[in-house]
C-alpha cells in the first residue's frame, strides 16, 4: 500500500511542476500533519482503554469523546500546557498571566 507522500511524489513527476524545494515542503508539511493525525489516534486509543478499564457509563465515554473532538478541533491538535510545562515555574506563570490578562481585567474588585 503507498502512503500518502508516495502518491504526492508521483503525482509531481507526472506533472511539469515537479520542483525538489516545492516537493520537499509538501513532504514536510504532510508529515506534519500525518504525526498529528497519529497523535491523536493514540490519544482516543488511550482514553477508550482507560474508560474501558474504568468501566465508566456508555454517556459518560460519549461526553470524554465529544469533549476530546472539540478540545481537537478548537487546538489543532496541540495541547497549550503541553508545550510549556517544561518551562521555569517563573516563565510559565507570565505566560499564564499575559494569556488570561484580558479575563483578569473583567474581574471587577472586591469591596471589603
Known amino acids: 500500500m503507498l502512503d500518502i507522500v508516495t502518491v504526492i511524489e508521483k503525482l509531481f513527476h507526472t506533472q511539469t511542476w515537479s520542483n525538489n524545494e516545492t516537493l520537499s515542503t509538501m513532504k514536510v508539511f504532510l ?10 489516534q493514540l490519544r482516543c486509543r488511550d482514553m477508550e482503554w482507560w474508560m474501558r478499564r474504568r468501566q465508566l457509563p456508555s454517556r459518560l465515554r460519549q461526553r470524554v469523546r465529544h469533549f476530546e473532538r472539540q478540545r481537537w478541533a478548537a487546538m489543532g491538535g496541540e495541547d497549550e500546557m503541553e508545550l510549556v510545562k517544561d ?4 516563565l510559565r506563570r507570565d505566560i499564564k498571566r499575559y494569556l488570561c490578562l484580558d479575563l483578569i481585567k473583567k474581574v471587577r474588585k472586591i469591596q471589603t
Open 87 to 90: 518551562l521555569p515555574e517563573g
Open 31 to 40: 508529515h506534519a500533519v500525518m504525526a498529528k493525525k497519529r497523535k491523536m
